[in-house]
T-cell receptor, first 114, second 111 residues
Framework: NAGVTQTPKFRVLKTGQSMTLLCAQD?????MYWYRQDPGMGLRLIHY???????AKGEVPDGYNVSRLKKQNFLLGLESAAPSQTSVYFC?????????????FGPGTRLLVL | GQNIDQPTEMTATEGAIVQINCTYQ??????LFWYQQHAGEAPTFLSY??LDGLEEKGRFSSFLSRSKGYSYLLLKELQMKDSASYLC????????????WGAGTKLIIKP
């Protein structure tokens, strides 16, 4: 099993450009998450999904959109990139929701917006 | 507000023991997680505590005191490969998906 994979690993964008980050998991997990990680701060939840066809906003959703058309895939879109979106983006998944459900993380996408 | 506090950085010697503390203030409590994150890599799960006390798992142990809003991760017989950041995360009450994350503690192991 590959677990959670993310594409691309690294990307440089100019302000105003758009892009889509792809997350895929082969563990048949129901829940999927997008986080951003910035220096000196904890992981912050951008959007999440509790199942195929559902999405919901997290802590910092502005400037991002998501889609979960297939259970195994969770896409994060930036419609008009801004320098403030320079970050490391992690996708995660969990079998279901629940107090002790562990989240499994992908390797991350490093995004630089100039 | 909800917040998690951890020391930013700690240094320890190979073969020694180190304790990484985490204090939290959240709306309710549904469990506390510790994750390990090597530089440039993904966080990986280490432990989960929901009841008070010590959970031991090999060289790593995790302790929780809910009344004090406090946890620690204890690493014994330190190895160079333990150099990493250690992230504390709390699941607040009433949530089955949300995690509040600390900024992480960077642990440097010296020979």
């Amino acid at each position: 099993n590959a677990g959670v994979t993310q594409t691309p690993k690294f990307r440089v964008l100019k302000t105003g450009q758009s892009m889509t980050l792809l997350c895929a998991q082969d563990m048949n997990h129901e829940y999927m998450y997008w986080y951003r990680q910035d220096p000196g701060m904890g992981l912050r939840l951008i959007h999440y999904s509790v199942g195929e066809g559902t999405t919901a906003k997290g802590e910092v959703p502005d400037g991002y959109n998501v889609s979960r058309l297939k259970k195994q895939n969770f896409l994060l879109g930036l419609e008009s990139a801004a320098p403030s979106q320079t970050s490391v983006y992690f996708c995660a998944s969990s079998l279901a929701g629940g107090a002790q459900e562990t989240q499994y993380f992908g390797p991350g996408t490093r995004l630089l917006v100039l | 507000g909800q917040n998690i506090d951890q020391p930013t950085e700690m240094t320890a010697t190979e073969g020694a023991i180190v304790q990484i503390n985490c204090t939290y203030q959240t709306s309710g409590f549904n469990g506390l997680f510790w994750y390990q994150q090597h530089a440039g890599e993904a966080p990986t799960f280490l432990s989960y505590n929901v009841l008070d006390g010590l959970e031991e798992k090999g060289r790593f142990s995790s302790f929780l005191s809910r009344s004090k809003g406090y946890s620690y991760l204890l690493l014994k017989e330190l190895q160079m490969k333990d150099s990493a950041s250690y992230l504390c995360a709390v699941r607040p009450g009433g949530s089955n998906y949300q995690l509040i994350w600390g900024a992480g503690t960077k642990l440097i192991i010296k020979p």
